[in-house]
């Protein structure tokens, strides 16, 4: 059996770009193709020069798709933007992962409230498996389309899923304040990622009202059984990648750290990319990988449990988490392409 | 009438070189002497070359303190050590700025508690005025002995005080989430600053037992008349000045943004170094000054209040609020030598 | 005798703001006016939140200039544009700074072949002084028209003057390689400045053609009184602010370090300024203030001459230096205005 | 056949680290020892927790150094130390790869000159080979003792020896301007490398004595068949990794980019880890790999040559560099294990 053929829409940002620093080196599949509107008939490579003599695939508009089999096809697009080419592809061959924001939403009305515009193709929500590998591993098997996670909420429900599977914690509100590298507002060049108004700074963004908030909301209702209250603060660290993720909340009954941290054990049990530390972590301890490091603990002088979790936001916050999805679906080791080793320092 | 005859006992650190940067261009004092018992004999521009051409005043031991005829003394010695010189100078003439953290708590048993060394001077402890200007400005103003708040109790306390102060939050437990520059963790090079492990990297410490927690809420106790209990989690900033504050509260009565921003506006009506915000402050807009910006909000679907506050810490948190504690005691503008301009970017 | 009235035409740059930040604490000048075309009617801390309460000017447009009476127009303006208001405003009462690139070189042939292109007012570059006090001081007395150097040729510059005027180096070629702070290129958001782009990461550009070249290269030769032939390349730094060159030339007889440093001693006695330095600066000796840090070397092993020379950009490289040209230009102390300690750290 | 059996002697530093990394996904060895003296007992990843549950290797003492059956041994340890277990291992079956300074020099007396230290083992110089395999890549592949490069004489002689061999460059003086990462200092805490000392700052060191310089010079003498002059100077980058080395040297006679250009593809034709750029590259465009980014231009207006070298100074140059040696030496393909893409950003 030949190697799995692999499409990627939209090459220009962050994370067409791991997706490609991924799958190069995967033993499993190929790039059959990459598509840019704005860039097409150039080289990966003259987009992303660092990749020259690694990556130096032709990119093709997207319209020309139909010429290669493809057995999945990544979506490296903006919301509002991506499910367009997810209806647009409806009835091809091949499966789907859209790493935007369109199709992770219980609804349409939902999406519209929070993102503010219309969604073009309820259909696919209804379709769409919610791609965390820890939480629904065997509906990601059989999906078609997968809605990766955004990146906030991987780090957050990552953290909070023990906690709220086991009825640990009281519900509304919880508190997480997350912080995060650069990357994660995208290549183009915007006063809010301008060098001089992150190098030496730092401030909170979106509060109250930021999307990935009802995401992560949204799921930890599925995750407790019950309605949850997340306030969601997202802050801007000088740093590249990587999201550090600071968790707050009341527990519901008599706890202790000890007790907390089997519960993380039994439930991460057979999840590879999940470490729990006897540390509180830092981002460097996984950038450049699919990691994502917990640690959970219990303060007896206020009867507060706290868990910090980390992730690199364009790995196991995006391309990475999308390789494992991946695998998954191909039927391949949940691993395999994904042993990538922390770049500290 | 002369000028003032300043004291600044401890030189190497940055808080000493911040005291001098400040009062070199104070219109109403002199710095008559600066001690060190490591560079005695050297200049102060030896061990600070940067400050070559504007501070080359010989550093003497404080053996020699009682050659010079001094008003005041700002003591820029780490905790433990500061104490034991509070003791020494106890019957000298002329006033004390303590910049360490041996004099700030209610008790020397919760000293002990907390900082786990003995108390050499609980005498000092009753004496002591905490010197935050926007609360205590009238006991400051007759003090002998000021105790200079920690850095992260400020950016704290002044965040929570109008609320404390008009009792508008639930106090157990008030969540304060706080990121710091490195500068905090002092100029001694040590693993935690280690260029390489701070850069491009972001972690919490200190959980659950980071002295200034109990610093915030002995404060908060003060202040709101009842007892606090204070979530403090310090993270550590690849930047080198700064705090951000976080703080999560519940509101006790029904409230909305704009009654809580007038609260804010009336409490600080004549501090001249509060600016309140209409937007989330960054770091970066305080940067070399004595500022501290507030911004406050309340988020109706979860009812919750939330506070930013940001303050340099080595200024508003250390060297600066110093000076305007002294401006006061001396009985001059609070703002005197303090038109400091942020350096941004 | 009232304050100097003050205009600043260009307000959205970090030049504009460097000149807000320094006028607004000179004793002796007050700001009248500052403009804008595309935010008139806003606040100046609209445009720059962090000076919030210190400079809460109203900007207006240029054409209302006739409304104010000025004493002197500091020009904060990109070149191309800045040449067409020396132009517009060449009977004008007030004395005029320009801190564009537009009349720094010798002719408009030489521009328009360095810039690309044409010079729309070739009268105002006869008329124009080169604004270099340290050089020029006496012409930059008597002038009208200042043409305030550029960030780079102000460091190279200020390194060389004592070697060529005392004919002390071979002059072709001398080696000039640079490193700045991304400020210099702008406050515009571009790929360049973009954080990822620049964050951890370190480049040369301009590499043969940066038009700086042209601009040392043209004062080289008026201070050596011979032709010299400059080999200058700019590197972009990780940093928001500062310029360190290494300078590198073959000296014409025997010399040794101790002569050297006596040739650098006597050329900049009267320099405030300048400080030579008994080991090589660093870019954050100087940050924040109008200081330009020298230290000049020989290696006995290779035969030459190394000097280090460090700046901050924004401000011996930009407004600094304009407001010790308007000093000198008022017959105030030079110095007014400007004694600004170093942000360190 | 089975997997080569690998000891790393030293596991705390930066080295160590890097070369479990990179071994770690190696196909064709295994690590069978990594030793340190002052954390035996405990895991690889308790020294760098980033590596938990990728390498928990128990360290062991170097003692027990023959109860292993070994192929190769890293020395991944400091100059001075390294040749006393060099002269130690002299008699032992394993190739020995040392990546301190201790045997890259042409004499012990040009060590004990440049070093200031007496040699221990001269007789380990004459053995030793340089292994810098796109120059030495025959000696390398029959050496049992290598002398792992400098990291800024890895990314000069690259940038140099094109034109050092086809004799283009004039030679006294060559001009090597390097501007280097944090990492280049080690892992251990110094005032050198104190976050604030670094962040936001650079500056030049070492001038005119830096070790390197002889290295860089010995290796230049070499492949120029004459004697060179190196004019070194290195500079502190505030990045963790990276060097970039900027030359500057006289043509011999008339030339041109083009011909300069297929010069060095035609030095280069075999070296798979020298990648010609059309641009100046960037230092992360190599971070995390084994490359060596090359651009080479001639300026007609001055008649200089310019070179501009990349590399990431922990992997090409140190670890990397080290594996493709034992690659070679094995006779394994010289880039197994080493297929590493670029984190960028």
């Not at 067409?16 to 509107?37: A, Q």
């Not at 109250?208 to 930890?220: L, P, V």
Request: aromatic share 8%; hydrophobic share 40%.
């Amino acid at each position: 059996m030949g190697k799995k053929k692999i499409g990627i829409i939209g090459a220009t940002g962050y994370t067409g770009s791991e997706l490609v620093r991924i799958l190069t080196n995967h033993p499993e599949v190929e790039i059959s193709l990459i598509t840019s509107e704005s860039r097409a008939g150039e080289l990966f490579s003259d987009v992303h020069p660092f990749l020259q003599g690694i990556a130096d695939q032709k990119l093709v508009s997207v319209d020309r798709i139909d010429e290669f089999e493809l057995d999945l096809v990544f979506l490296a697009l903006p919301h509002g933007i991506s499910m367009d080419f997810v209806k647009r592809f409806k009835d091809k061959n091949f499966k789907i992962i859209d790493l935007s924001g369109d199709f992770r939403l219980s609804s349409s009305e939902v999406y519209e409230e929070w993102y503010q515009i219309d969604h073009l193709y309820p259909e696919g929500i209804k379709q769409a498996v919610f791609g965390s590998p820890e939480l629904f591993y065997d509906d990601i098997k059989n999906a078609r389309l997968i809605a990766n996670p955004g990146c906030f909420p991987t780090s957050a429900i990552l953290g909070l899923a023990p906690l709220l599977s086991a009825k640990l914690i009281e519900t509304e509100p919880i508190i997480i304040d997350s912080k995060t590298g650069v990357t994660g507002a995208g290549i183009k060049a915007k006063t809010v990622n301008l060098y001089s108004n992150v190098n030496d700074n730092f401030k909170a963004y979106g509060l109250k009202n930021h999307r990935h908030t009802i995401e992560i909301q949204g799921i930890s209702d599925r995750i407790a059984g019950q309605n949850t209250l997340i306030q969601f603060t997202p802050h801007l660290l000088p740093v590249d990648r990587g999201i550090l993720t600071t968790i707050y909340a009341r527990p519901t009954g008599e706890t202790d750290e000890i007790s907390l941290r089997k519960e993380y054990e039994k439930f991460y049990a057979n999840a590879p990319f999940v470490r729990l530390r006897k540390q509180a972590p830092a981002i460097k301890d996984v950038r450049g990988t699919n990691y994502c490091d917990l640690f959970v603990t219990y303060d007896a002088r206020t009867n507060m449990v706290i868990v910090i979790s980390v992730i690199d936001n364009l790995i196991k916050g995006a391309a990475g988490q999308a390789v494992q999805n991946m695998n998954i679906m191909f039927g391949l080791d949940e691993t395999s392409g994904l042993n990538l080793i922390p770049l500290n320092p």
